[in-house]
């Protein structure tokens, strides 16, 4: 009983110490399935390296219930200390073309790990802050879409590039 016990500690301490050692912020936001295009994911993450290189991606988790194959955000950064935002306005295919939704994920929520920014340093120390809202519209349609449906989680990570 005594080694068994032992095995088990030794395995869990082990999975524990060795996963996702490139992480240096990852946190998300929930939504009930549903993302209003007034709802903006924030996200506040300190920032003290200005030298070493980072690569930024955005999470999205949903399930069968997303009805399109790409999805359109609106991301902007706010830097410390800097009142005018960066902004990009970004498409990512969601869906294969036979409508089998991407991403990983053994049941049918699925989360995409999108590309947001590569090999970036962080300009100026201190609270950086980012914010991303959803701007997809149907084809042929001028308003966006008020009610995302599908849509469980968005997230925002940041992992180091070096090894």
């Not at 549903?34 to 300190?46: G, Q």
């Not at 969601?94 to 920014?117: C, H, I, N, Q, R």
């Amino acid at each position: 009983m005594r080694v068994r016990n032992s095995i088990f500690i030794i395995c869990a301490t082990l999975l524990l110490c060795s996963c996702d050692e490139k992480r240096v912020f990852d946190e998300y936001k929930s939504f009930d399935g549903t993302w209003n295009k007034d709802s903006i994911a924030s996200f506040e993450f300190e920032q003290q390296d200005t030298t070493s290189l980072y690569n930024m991606f955005i999470n999205i988790r949903n399930n069968n219930d997303y009805p399109y194959n790409n999805i359109f955000l609106i991301v902007e950064m706010l830097e410390p200390g800097n009142e005018r935002a960066k902004v990009d306005t970004l498409e990512y295919q969601m869906a294969y073309p036979d409508g089998t939704l991407m991403g990983e994920g053994f049941t049918d929520v699925k989360e995409s790990k999108l590309w947001y920014k590569e090999n970036q340093r962080f300009p100026v120390q201190g609270t950086y802050k980012v914010n991303i809202q959803q701007a997809v519209r149907e084809a042929d349609k001028i308003p966006g879409v008020e009610e995302l449906p599908g849509i469980i989680d968005v997230g925002f990570r940041i992992e180091s590039t070096e090894e």
